[in-house]
């Protein structure tokens, strides 16, 4: 059937997209530089940000956990070095995502 053959393989292209933090690319010495700030205040909205848990299928994402920022965004030639991260609540990560 390849109709839904189709559907399936769509199925898994979605997941694939969503399923990880793919625009990341930090190193792991950098993303745990940036859990140190866990517990304290986002720099943009002032919640208090927590622990970053795995992404679980089906569960929707706390927007108040911690997630690295680009400074500079990859797309204006930024890197991914310690010096262009910052840690920023989801909520605010994603706003700026998707301007
Ligand atoms: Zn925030």
Redesign the pocket.
């Known amino acids: 059937m390849v109709v839904r053959h189709a559907a399936f393989t769509n199925t898994l292209r979605t997941s694939a997209r969503y399923g990880r933090h793919a625009k990341s690319g930090f190193s792991a010495a950098t993303k745990k530089w940036a859990q140190r700030s866990v517990g304290k205040s986002?720099s943009?909205?002032g919640?208090v940000m927590t622990k970053p848990s795995k992404s679980v299928k089906g569960v929707k994402k706390d927007m108040s956990q911690l997630e690295v920022d680009h400074i500079v965004a990859k797309s204006r030639g930024g890197n991914n070095s310690s010096f262009n991260a910052r840690p920023?609540?989801a909520?605010?990560n994603n706003i700026k995502g998707a301007r």
């Open positions: 986002c943009s909205c919640r920023l609540c909520r605010c």
